[in-house]
């Protein structure tokens, strides 16, 4: 396995050279053949498909997919179709159908009026099937599952055929139109395909076309008690949409001459090309429906929008944005080999958008009291501060400042080794926007524990500016005036696997969940500028990280810590 890895060094290269190296690759292979197929005039107008199945929320794998083909599409002008590939009422439900057109569009793509279902073409998919029985290429098969799989032989061994593979046309239509009225029970019947038990490819040995389930489909309701399993329904739904190129994963691969099988032995309108691309693997996570599933049905998470979790709606609750998103699918590229991605290149993208599009606020977090005793009981001051410190476009806000005041419990240390720029006994700080400050004396509690910091400021130093004398200070801490803070709750998430590929360890991925990738701080206090921040809102808490208010816990304050400023996971481990 191929590893795309970032390194520290790396990461540090590419936040000085931010276009050049990193622009997506726009000629991938893929859109290589597009080029030809253009140019040789096989095809004028592009068309693709982006196809889920409603069985799981969208993860950022499915991204990588919806950014290849809405991507082609508005690329070449076509047009791009999204398609619930659902196939399967078992497992499938309205409420996934929901979630992923919301998600298909927060990431910023739309299918105009090209929205299908696989199941608007139960009708003619069946009618195919009795075309294909008619013509001697399927069959009704009795045999149960373990004797199917028994004749089916293996890798290097022959199958064998079917008992059953000699009915008559005739025969099969009868037996074939019982399934469908309801007079076998589940598994006592299939079609199959009537191609060639001996072929090495095993996909093609009587692959299964239709098996019976009895159950509800979310939008055909009791119509069908037969269902067309996903190889026979996908190439014909493309053929029917008129899509020109079916991009799909490489686990695909081996069911491509399947593909090409029902193309060529229908009478279907057009004819689709499926190409395949390598899927895309993250590191410290997992990428697969099933396995999200399995972690909310575990509650492992608190569901499927848990910002630690992988899927889209997860991560825009965590504050990631579409932009940061479409930047990373860009930067992977496509290609043919499975890799595993390194979680810090998504990461990489995150901040490099929030970091130009995120205004500046204060927070503490862990707040510790400072009381200015120089300063007047009753005076407030207005600091003006800047929203953005490299973008003036983003404007000032006023921050209160007066005589009590929060700042972060680790901004102080008792015993201060010469380095440490912050806050110590006799030692002077700039105050962001405010004033220098000194810390004169400590208070503690009957434990031991600092609970004040008492403080004295320098009036010359008004907006953190040096004074007239000259003198500096190295450095410069956030703050928030303890009269006008506004308390909020602020979840901080870290990694949700403590392993880099919790898939290839021993036993069950779930037993390399981290167990501290949520911690909760109740006690924190916020700039009162931030009373309006609305849910989804994205701020850079200064020197702390980037926050987006929760958009699910709308009645209280609660951020949720999308990134820290820098990628110090890496350094935390290795201690
Ligand atoms: P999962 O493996 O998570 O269950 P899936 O492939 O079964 O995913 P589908 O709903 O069938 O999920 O996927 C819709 C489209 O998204 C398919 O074309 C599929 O190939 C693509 N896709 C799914 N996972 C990834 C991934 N990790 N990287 C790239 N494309 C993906
Ligand atoms: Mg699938």
Redesign the pocket.
Known sequence: MIRLALDQGAQLSMNQETTSTTEPNNKDFIREIIDQDLESGKHSAIVTR???????Y?????????C??FGIAEEYKGRCHLRF?DTNPAKEDQEYVDS?KEDVRWLGFDWKENLHFSSDYFDQLYDWAVHLIREGKAYVDDLNVEDMRAYRGSLTEAGKDSPFRTRSVEENLNLFAAMKNGDFDEGAKVLRAKIDMAHPNLNMRDPVLYRILKKHHHRTGNTWCIYPN?DFTHGESDALEHITHS???L??ENHRPLYEWFIDNLPVPSQPRQIE?????LTYTV??????LQLVEDQQVSGWDDPRMPTLSGMRRRGYTPESIRHFCGRIGITKFNATTDVALLEHSLREDLNLNSPRVMAVLDPIKVVITNYPEDQVEEMEAANHPGDESFGTRKVPFCRELYIERDDFMEDAPRKFFRMSVGREVRFRAAYFIKCEEVVKDEHGEVIELRCTYDPETRGGNNPPDGRKVKGTIHWVSARHAIDAEVRIYDRLFTVENPDSEEGDFTNYLNPDSLKILTKCKLEPSLTTAAPGDRFQFERLGYFCRDNKNTDQLVFNRTVPLRDSWGKQQRK
């Open positions: 982006f196809p889920p199945e409603p069985n799981g969208l993860h950022i794998g499915h991204a990588k997919s919806i290849l083909n590939d992923i996903y991009l799909c994963t686990e695909f691309f390598a899927r895309l693997n990428i697969s429906k099933r396995k999200l």
